[in-house]
Every structure is written in structure tokens, then in C-alpha cells.
């Protein structure tokens, strides 16, 4: 099993470029989720999957979207890039609910200019 | 906010050393987990422990959990340099809709 994978590992984008960062995973996971993690502030929740077709907002959403069309697929959408969204980008997946142990992706870098 | 809070923020022992780890939380919760961050990877599962439940080992870790001073431990025994590492509680609460809530982390440093 490859566990949690995501694309890109590092990216730069200027400001008001859209992007769309990857994440897969192989496990047949149910719950899906995407974090960011700055400097000092921990992993903030953005949004969240419990199944194919069923997304909802975390703690820190504004600027992005997600989709959840298949059980493996959850990618991450940058609309406008703002310097405010340079962060590391973790997406992560677990059987259900976080009830039980997240399985982390690798990350990808975003630097924002 | 209902992030929790880690203390220390960094702590640098010796090798054979124990490092302990403190984590806070302000509302009730389901369970608690612990989990490593190596330099620029991604974190990593190391232990759960359910709000009924008052301790649990795993390997060289031993966690704890006082729901009534709302607060979890992990001790890391005979530490390694291989433990160097920041180290993170995260917490699903009644309000947060069954996702993680992370705390801060602390940073260890294991020196040889």
C-alpha cells in the first residue's frame, strides 16, 4: 500500500494564481481531510470528507474548496492565492471519523508571492 | 479557540533520559491521540487513548489522561536521538463535529 499520497511536494505560486493539490490514498478510507500547519499554530482543520460525495467545512475553509467525487481522491482547491495561505499542507484519512488513527500524507510546501 | 494546549514548548535532554510531554484541553472529550512530526515529514500515529480509559503503553511511551484536570501526558522512556521529533495531542471533542483538534506541539531535542 502507498498509504496517503500527495502531489506537489513543493510549489510556488504569485498571487491570485488558482491550483489544485492532490491527494490519493489506498486504503479504502471513508474520512479524508486537509490541514494546514504554520509556524507555532499547530495543524488547522480546512475541510473534510466522510464519504464519496459528502464535504464540509473545518475550521479555516475561506479560499478553498474541495470535491470528494471517489472514495481515494481528495483534492485540495486554491481559487485566488493570497500570500495568508503560504503554508504546508497536510491531507490525511482514516477508516471513519477520527475514532480512529489518521494516516498522514507527506505534505506539499506552498509559498505564495 | 478549542485548540489545545502543549507544554513545554521544546525540551532538549540527553540520550537514556525521560522526556515527558504535557497537553491541556477546555471542553469534554472522546479520545485523545498522540502524534510525531519528524523535521519536514508528516505526522505519524503513535497512541489513543479513550476518555474512559486512564493509561496506556506502547513500546517506550506511556500516555495518561485526567479527564477531570482535562489535561494527557506522554512520557517517553530511555529516549533515542531517533526521538527527536515534535510531538503533537490532538482531541476530538463533542463540538467538533468527530474531527481532530491538534494542540501546538513540543519540540524534543535528544542530544547523543
Known amino acids: 500500500n502507498a498509504g496517503v499520497t500527495q502531489t506537489p511536494k513543493f510549489q510556488v505560486l504569485k498571487t491570485g494564481q488558482s491550483m489544485t493539490l492532490q491527494c490519493a490514498q489506498d486504503m479504502n478510507h471513508e474520512y479524508m481531510s486537509w490541514y494546514r500547519q504554520d509556524p507555532g499554530m499547530g495543524l488547522r482543520l480546512i475541510h473534510y470528507s466522510v464519504g464519496a460525495g459528502i464535504t464540509d467545512q473545518g475550521e479555516v475553509p475561506n479560499g478553498y474548496n474541495v470535491s470528494r467525487s471517489t472514495t481515494e481522491d481528495f483534492p485540495l482547491r486554491l481559487l485566488s492565492a493570497a500570500p495568508s495561505q503560504t503554508s504546508v499542507y497536510f491531507c490525511a484519512s482514516s477508516r471513519n471519523r477520527p475514532t480512529y488513527e489518521q494516516y498522514f500524507g507527506p505534505g506539499t510546501r506552498l509559498t505564495v508571492t | ?112
Open chain 2, 1 to 112: 479557540s478549542q485548540q489545545g494546549e502543549e507544554d513545554p514548548q521544546a525540551l532538549s535532554i540527553q540520550e537514556g533520559e525521560n522526556a515527558t510531554m504535557n497537553c491541556s484541553y477546555k471542553t469534554s472529550i472522546n479520545n485523545l491521540q498522540w502524534y510525531r512530526q519528524n523535521s519536514g515529514r508528516g505526522l505519524v500515529h503513535l497512541i489513543l487513548i479513550r476518555s474512559n480509559e486512564r493509561e496506556k503503553h506502547s513500546g517506550r511511551l506511556r500516555v495518561t489522561l485526567d479527564t477531570s484536570k482535562k489535561s494527557s501526558s506522554l512520557l517517553i522512556t530511555a529516549s533515542r536521538a531517533a526521538d527527536t521529533a515534535s510531538y503533537f495531542c490532538a482531541f476530538v471533542t463533542g463540538g467538533s463535529q468527530g474531527n481532530l483538534i491538534f494542540g501546538k506541539g513540543t519540540k524534543l531535542s535528544v542530544k547523543p
